[in-house]
């Protein structure tokens, strides 16, 4: 009897497609898109691409090696817009495109916010926000402050856009009108009277409205720095 040959474990089978990082990468942004972030995990990923789990660690390390490598994928993809030395249009149009090119993964955009990126192509982005708010005189402390702000304001437009529940609105027309009818009866006058408003939501609008107040309050705190003086 010829003895049965067993495929090494780690390795995808012989004949098959090399496995590479960008894979890896992808198949991780797949599992997000579809179940979000707490659904990552390497049996996930390697499911996904029909390999062992124990192949993927000779191009990531482990989870956490994974979960950055997606934030540094998320960022490298980022359209960095040509400064104007503006300080109100810079920041509008770094936001802008960092939603627009968000907007293709957006539960994988969360990771910016709570992963370390190390590579150059992944803190271009961050470095074209920092350049803006230090041409504009915020020294580098409050510089890192004002950053962190926006991008908590960017990502979580985008994540309540994927996920949020009627309470902040819905978009087709049947379920705006049952959500109006259900505020105008809540009891609540204050609701009541807003229900048109809070029975829908435009994320384009909500996100427009939120960007223009904090950008109003950078420019307006720039301002002032430079009216006081050194």
Not at 23 to 45: P, Q, W
Not at 189 to 194: F, K, S
Request: glycine fraction near 10%; charge should be neutral.
């Amino acid at each position: 009897m010829t003895p049965s040959r067993t495929r090494p474990r780690g390795r995808p089978p012989k004949g098959s497609t090399a496995l590479t990082r960008a894979a890896i990468l992808a198949a991780a942004v797949a599992v997000i898109d579809t179940d979000g972030v707490e659904a990552v995990s390497m049996r996930a990923v390697a499911a996904r691409l029909g390999v062992d789990a124990k192949s993927l660690y000779h191009h990531v390390d482990g989870k956490d090696g994974l979960l950055d490598a997606v934030a540094e994928h998320v960022l490298a993809g980022f359209t960095i817009p040509a400064p104007t030395g503006s300080l109100r249009v810079d920041l509008l149009a770094l936001a802008r495109d960092f939603r627009r090119d968000a907007l293709a993964h957006s539960r994988a955009a969360a990771l910016v916010l709570t992963r370390q990126a190390e590579s150059p192509a992944a803190l271009a982005p961050v470095e074209a926000v920092l350049e803006t708010l230090r041409g504009a005189g915020f020294p580098p402390g409050e510089s890192v402050r004002l950053l962190r702000s926006l991008l908590a304001l960017v990502i979580g437009t985008l994540l309540r856009e994927v996920d949020a529940g009627p309470t902040f609105g819905v978009g087709d027309i049947e379920g705006i009108g049952r959500r109006r009818a259900a505020l105008e009866e809540s009891g609540f006058a204050r609701l009541a009277e807003a229900a048109t408003e809070l029975a829908r939501c435009d994320h384009e609008r909500e996100f427009e409205f939120a960007l223009g107040l904090m950008v109003d309050a950078v420019v307006l705190r720039a301002e002032t720095r430079q009216g006081s003086g050194p």
